[in-house]
């Protein structure tokens, strides 16, 4: 089987990272994986992995150059005679659907709550949609009338080898310990790029409040700042100054052993304001034995169980927040891992697309 998967870029993000995971997992069964994007730092990774990775501009939205890209698309298509063709967004699909012009399986997963347009409908004109998770599944649903038949919710895979409890670099976690003071402390994490997607002044302002019940309570905020998210993250810095929270709110900054992160973390927060297309963040955490606090919404709803995995607030609420943190700390974490495994394992991922793609090329 030779499968080709388009995405606009291979840089930072949970839509490239599973494109990569894919790829090498797709090698490691003896499929021929080919990755069109228009390069980025990832790109490397593919070939490195066993694949190949073809660099065409197939992220610019310009209607002008649009007939130019598709051209040399379809040329590479003939070229390739894929057995599959995967678009994992909207730019890469538009130009893909028109390239091949029917002549091949055409597979889409739709990764978020994109806006309801005619643009974004070419998400759900896949011969199978992949919806990351339930919530993405009834969007589709509602906003576009796909039929049932075609839709197949696969939710983002992780991988249990790189987030492994058994696995920790114990050098990084001594130094990130002592580095920010986390010795017998009540460790509450949230983790992601900073933006205001993430609602960060809740977590801060829950924090701030648990101060007062749990003295010994330390939040840190994991994720890197993005040019334009800088006036944001002043805002942040602005916010836990003046609440002098400085000694027990620390911004980490971005950080490559998240694993050994949430091993020190007692408690992981998601509390975006809008909803999480599928919510990667908590199902890391949960494969290292960690309970989850998140907004209830979005995919967060297949991944955090009220009193099993997790605790769920109303978003924007910071005493909702507050109590699902310390309603967190008394929750069994033995069965935590054995649910990621069972529910959103990378194998589980992998296995599923090709059960997609084999069906449509028995067709």
């Known amino acids: ?31 021929e994986s080919v990755v069109i994007s228009a390069g980025g730092r990832q790109a490397s990774q593919i070939g490195a992995d066993g694949g190949h990775h073809i660099c065409l501009d197939v992220a610019a939205k310009n209607p ?44 889409t997963t ?23 998770s339930g919530a993405i599944r009834d969007f589709v649903i509602k906003h576009y009338q796909v039929p049932e038949d075609r839709l197949v919710v696969i939710p983002r895979g992780i991988d249990l080898e790189l987030f492994n409890p058994d696995r920790l670099d114990q050098e990084f976690m001594a130094d990130f310990k002592k580095r920010y003071d986390l010795e017998e402390k009540c460790v ?21 409040e648990l101060k007062r019940q749990l003295p010994k309570v330390v939040g840190l905020i994991v994720g890197g700042v993005h040019e334009h998210k800088k006036d944001y993250y002043r805002i942040l810095q602005g916010l836990v100054a003046e609440h002098n929270a400085e000694q027990y709110i620390h911004f980490t900054g971005s950080q490559n052993k998240v694993a050994e992160i949430y091993a020190l973390t007692d ?6 304001k809008k909803p999480e297309s ?10 290292m034995n960690v309970p989850v606090a998140a907004s209830s919404h979005g995919g ?34 033995e069965s935590l891992r054995t649910f990621v495994q069972e529910n959103f394992s ?8 090709l059960c997609v793609y084999r069906a449509l090329i028995s067709v």
């Open 267 to 272: 408690v992981v927060v998601s509390s975006s």
């Open 1 to 31: 089987m030779k499968v080709v998967q388009l995405l606009p870029e291979l840089n930072e993000g949970g839509v490239e990272r599973g494109v990569v995971e894919l790829n090498r997992e797709f090698v490691k069964r003896g499929i």
């Open 278 to 287: 599928f919510g990667r963040s908590a199902a890391e955490a949960l494969a």
């Open 110 to 132: 739709v990764h978020g709550f994109n806006s309801v347009n005619r643009y974004s409908r070419i998400m759900t004109q896949g011969d199978r949609v992949i919806c990351v």
């Open 346 to 353: 990378l194998d589980h991922m992998v296995d599923e697309t």
């Open 300 to 333: 967060m709803l297949d991944i955090v169980l009220p009193g099993q995995t997790g605790q769920l607030f109303n978003p924007g609420d910071v005493s909702g927040l507050t109590k699902g943190i310390v309603a967190c700390q008394n929750l069994s974490r």
């Open 64 to 107: 002008l150059t649009a007939w130019q890209r598709v051209r040399l698309l379809r040329k590479q298509f003939d070229h390739l005679q894929p057995d599959v063709i995967h678009a994992r967004s909207r730019a890469p699909a538009w130009l893909s659907y028109l390239a091949n012009r029917h002549q091949r399986p055409f597979v």
């Open 188 to 208: 509450v994490t949230t983790v992601g790029r900073i933006t205001q997607l993430k609602d960060l002044e809740t977590f801060i302002a829950a924090v701030i």
